[in-house]
């Protein structure tokens, strides 16, 4: 695997980029193996000269040892959530009827828990391992997009069982998602790309704004954490809603389904972006940022007051940056 991710990845120039690329890959693969088990035996027999009906009838049962070397010890890192294709493996592992995994509405978050250790407890011995929580949150979503809403004890479940705030946030987004009674938040605006020929499309955005005090939050609607910091950030959003010179501006890619960016911005409230990738990176090329969420803080002259690149901004260095920029 290690040869095929430097082959993969061979003509990716940026750090960045390259170890983001290389955790696609080799999630993908990990997922094929456990996805094409039959498949992938089989052609192995074949290149190794059986005949085809050998080649089937050698195929040994998938077992859980086939697991051993696909899920590793860094699966279960909180970081693992951030990597490109995790989402495929755990997608792929909740899919295995091999490991019979009970139905989460019935049993529980606990209870599924209790299984996923007895099946992978060699690999992961605590119970409150990342990994185990990464998949019951991949179950909850299952349930969250089969049931509509959840009720009110998944939610408190959620609630109580997650130690990592991040996915319970993610997860009741969602969920609310799925709400029919959810009120577009008070003066959200939302606008589609820019024409994907002008490629640098910050000086426009910051131009309609101009005289105020512009928070700049780059997000997507796959980064949990991005969506995790909306709950974080929103009394210091509301403490300012009503100021004429301050506005929370969010920006966006084609990277975020259209659907889903439009029901979250109905949510979050205040001015939306949607770019082209190509503008998006523009801007991340700009400031040197790769990773998920970034912010800008502009004050009202039309200066960059305060950055926050490839981290969370908590609510009181929001406060401050706000405080900061409208002083200047």
């Not at 049993?107 to 407890?121: D, N």
């Not at 997000?219 to 010179?245: H, L, P």
């Not at 389904?257 to 523009?282: C, M, P, R, T």
Request: aromatic share 12%.
């Amino acid at each position: 695997m290690h040869t095929l991710l430097q082959k993969a990845s061979a003509d990716i120039k940026s750090a960045y980029f390259n170890a983001y690329s290389s955790a696609g890959i080799e999630h993908a693969h990990r997922s094929g193996l456990l996805a094409s088990y039959d498949d992938l035996v089989f052609r192995h027999n074949i290149e190794v000269g059986l005949d085809s009906a050998t080649a089937s009838q050698r195929i040994p049962a998938h077992s859980l040892t086939f697991y051993n070397g696909i899920i590793e010890g860094k699966h279960g890192d909180p970081s693992a959530l951030k990597a490109n294709g995790y989402a495929l493996l755990l997608a792929t592992i909740s899919q295995d009827t091999l490991l019979h995994l009970p139905a989460l509405a019935e049993v529980g978050p606990f209870a599924y828990r209790a299984k996923l250790h007895e099946l992978f407890g060699s690999i992961f011995k605590h119970e409150n391992n990342f990994f185990y929580q990464a998949m019951v949150g991949y179950a909850y979503m299952n349930l969250i997009s089969s049931k509509g809403k959840l009720s009110n004890q998944d939610m408190m479940n959620i609630l109580d069982f997650f130690e990592n705030k991040e996915l319970s946030a993610y997860l009741l987004y969602h969920n609310e998602l799925k709400n029919s009674k959810v009120n577009k938040a008070a003066g959200t605006s939302y606008y589609l790309p820019f024409e994907k020929t002008h490629v640098d499309v910050l000086p426009d955005i910051l131009s309609r704004h101009a005289g105020k005090v512009i928070v700049v939050d780059f997000w997507a609607t796959w980064c949990g954490a991005c969506i995790a910091n909306f709950e974080t950030t929103k009394a210091v959003k509301d403490a300012y809603s009503q100021a004429a010179d301050v506005i929370f501006v969010y920006i966006a890619d084609e990277s975020s389904i259209v659907q889903s960016w439009e029901n979250y911005a109905d949510i979050i409230g205040g001015i939306h972006y949607y770019l082209s990738k190509e503008q998006f990176k523009k801007i991340q090329d700009d400031f040197k940022f790769y990773a998920l969420p970034s912010y800008l803080i502009y004050n009202a002259k039309g200066d960059l007051s305060t950055t926050k690149l490839q981290a969370l901004i908590s609510k009181e260095e929001l406060n401050e940056a706000l405080e900061k920029a409208l002083k200047e």
